[in-house]
């Protein structure tokens, strides 16, 4: 299927320390999104990245995208405590039926601890 | 502008009953959509709206159904509930203008958390 899996589902780490989320999909896309949600709320967006872009930069955050192994990677430096939350990322592309959508993954939780 | 806005925020029903949940989107947004997310399930997309039609849908039941009104407000419908449809409900709204199969950025609001009895 096209939904991504996020990968570790959890990590905690140390404020100040760097976070690397992954994401592998299966079919090809056209674009490639990375949500974060914090606890029960609505998701906001962190970054947008093409097909046929290799990188991305927003702030602290740096998304890589690999279209021939079907995997992205979110990193996010000099991680806050304020960075605690869940990461999803979310493919976009053609479905087998023939219609097109964003799906997403299941999520991954970031924990980083003062 | 502001965000997307989605009432009511909580809700309480009991199974059998039915539900209307009402999203606004940005303004200027044409296209809405909505997700069901669960624990268990992750988010999964319901269906999206765009000038009033329906453009696109997930693999949820026929009780799950959707409208959107001409200033592209839209509100989802649940029928007979069921304890599994306890869910966070997510709307989100963005401009609906892709190309080629390309999803652009979706803009959510907070939620509607139903709770089924």
């Known amino acids: 299927s096209q939904q991504g899996e996020e990968d570790p589902q959890a990590l905690s780490i140390q404020e100040g320390e760097n976070a690397t989320m992954n994401c592998s999909y299966k079919t090809s896309i056209n674009n490639l999104q990375w949500y974060r949600q914090n606890s029960g709320r609505g998701l906001v967006h962190l970054i947008l990245?093409?097909?046929?872009?290799r990188e991305k930069h927003s702030g602290r955050l740096r998304v890589t995208l690999d279209t021939s192994k079907k995997s992205s990677s979110l990193l996010i430096t000099a991680s806050r405590a304020a960075d605690t939350a869940s990461y999803f990322c979310?493919?976009?592309?053609?479905?087998?039926?023939?219609?097109?959508?964003?799906?997403f993954g299941k999520g991954m939780k970031l924990t980083v601890n003062p | 502008k502001a965000g997307v806005t989605q009432t009511p925020r909580y809700l309480i029903k009991t199974r059998g009953q039915q539900v209307t949940l009402s999203c606004s989107p940005i303004?200027?947004?044409?296209?809405v959509s909505w997700y069901q997310q669960t624990p268990g399930q992750g988010l999964q997309f319901l269906f999206e709206y765009f000038s009033e039609t329906q453009r696109n849908k997930g693999n949820f039941p026929g009780r799950f159904s959707g409208r959107q009104f001409s200033n592209s407000r839209s509100e989802m419908n649940v029928s007979t509930l069921e304890l599994g449809d306890s869910a966070l409900y997510l709307c989100a709204s963005s401009s609906g203008l892709t190309s080629g199969g390309s999803t652009d950025t979706q803009y959510f609001g907070p939620g509607t958390r139903l709770t089924v009895l």
């Open positions: 979310a493919t976009s592309g053609w479905t087998q039926g023939g219609s097109e959508k964003l799906v």
């Open positions: 990245i093409r097909s046929n872009e």
């Open positions: 303004s200027g947004h044409r296209s």
